[in-house]
């Protein structure tokens, strides 16, 4: 029962203790053992093989979870692919190429500038609309030609889990199709759905963290600032892990691409900056364990979130925490988890209301 904490102190943390489920959710019915199964977007699914670009449009974390998809379009489609919060779509005149995917992301399908930016964009000559959405009688559901539901069920903490993590699932069984329509092969296809059926035991595994991280919480609690860095599909992990701990723990938090540490935030580097590095286990590793130094040469306290073959572990002024080591692909959704639970703990150490933040509503219906 969604309105039951059951043995959870917040909603937040029974809604992130419930991922493993609800992923598992999203993905039934969506994938067979080596495919995914292109009927989850609707009886016709013949706009997949049409679209030559795609538009991403939507707010706060679900803007995040479309710059992720950003990487994975382009990555495994080939297709340009663009990604917008919808507060600034909806105020410019936008060149629309020809055959593009209009898509939309809204946990709530209720968010104005949201459902304003469909409405425009209907106007504007795409494809097809499609919205990626967890609550199938929204209102984005019934005014979008397509739909994939996330199936999350309802999310009642205002600091947003399990639908970011759906959302993620949900946009990669998405860029897969499409990327099966523009060469992806079969082989490739597979290890990807495989990948895929791998993620709710991952993420089963990050949670297991759940005890350490509670003491590094204690660690950071009083901390006044935090700069996140990641690189790939890990910046956008870092932008949704710093808005986590801005909206329930209000400790200012910014995230950059690691490599623009120098182009100016490394300024801001010294003994009172703690920095969480998201590290990949990538042809970006040796790029970020750099950039990791310039900041321990400084001084600074790093908060490191890696597996543990990338060779990174405790030491004087750095305070790992083991990531599972995944197909490169989940790596977003699985470090997501981690940074979750560390935002859930400061804001129990400084003893904020985790569930309904300070000036937050949980959907924004009011631009
Ligand atoms: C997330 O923690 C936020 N509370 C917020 O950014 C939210 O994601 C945003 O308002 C968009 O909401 P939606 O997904 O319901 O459209």
């Not at 979870?65 to 950003?70: H, P, Q, Y």
């Not at 995917?101 to 946990?107: A, D, G, N, R, V």
């Not at 970011?164 to 290890?191: D, P």
């Amino acid at each position: 029962d969604a309105t039951d904490k059951g043995e959870f102190r917040h909603y937040m943390m029974k809604e992130i203790y419930e991922q493993p489920k609800v992923i598992s959710a999203c993905l039934e019915g969506r994938i067979s053992e080596s495919k995914v199964l292109t009927g989850c977007f609707g009886a016709d699914s013949a706009f997949l093989k049409e679209i030559e670009n795609v538009h991403i449009v939507a707010c706060g974390t679900s803007y995040h979870a479309g710059l992720v998809a950003k990487y994975w379009i382009e990555d495994l489609a080939g297709l340009p692919c663009s990604v917008e919060v919808a507060s600034e779509y909806r105020y410019r005149k936008v060149a629309v190429p020809k055959k593009t995917l209009f898509l939309t992301l809204s946990q709530s399908g209720e968010t104005a500038d949201t459902l304003a930016a469909l409405r425009m964009a209907k106007e504007l000559g795409y494809l097809t609309t499609l919205a990626i959405c967890n609550v199938p009688s929204s209102t984005l559901v019934r005014e979008s030609a397509l739909t994939l539901l996330t199936n999350a069920g309802p999310e009642i903490g205002v600091a947003s889990t399990k639908a970011f993590t759906t959302q993620l699932t949900a946009l990669l069984i998405t860029s897969v199709a499409i990327a099966v329509e523009n060469g992806l092969s079969a082989e490739k296809e597979k290890e990807l759905v495989q990948a895929m059926r791998s993620l709710p035991a991952y993420v089963n595994s990050a949670l297991e963290q759940d005890a350490h991280i509670k003491k590094v919480a204690d660690r950071f609690a009083n901390k006044n600032n935090a700069l996140f860095l990641g690189r790939g599909t890990m910046y956008p992990i870092a932008l949704e892990g710093s808005l986590k701990l801005k909206e329930i723990s209000y400790i200012h938090a910014e995230a950059y691409p690691a490599g623009e540490l120098k182009h100016g935030p490394l300024a801001l580097v010294d003994e009172d900056m703690p920095i969480i590095a998201l590290v990949p286990h990538n042809d970006m590793l040796d790029k970020l364990k750099s950039n990791l130094q310039e900041v321990a040469a400084r001084g600074g306290e790093l908060y490191v979130f890696a597996d543990k073959d990338t060779d990174l572990h405790n030491e004087e002024n750095i305070i790992f925490t083991e990531v599972p080591k995944v197909d490169s692909i989940l790596e977003p959704i699985v470090h997501t988890i981690p940074l979750q639970l560390l935002s859930y703990y400061v804001a129990v150490v400084k003893g904020t209301d985790v569930d309904q933040p300070r000036n937050l509503a949980k959907s924004v219906t009011v631009e």
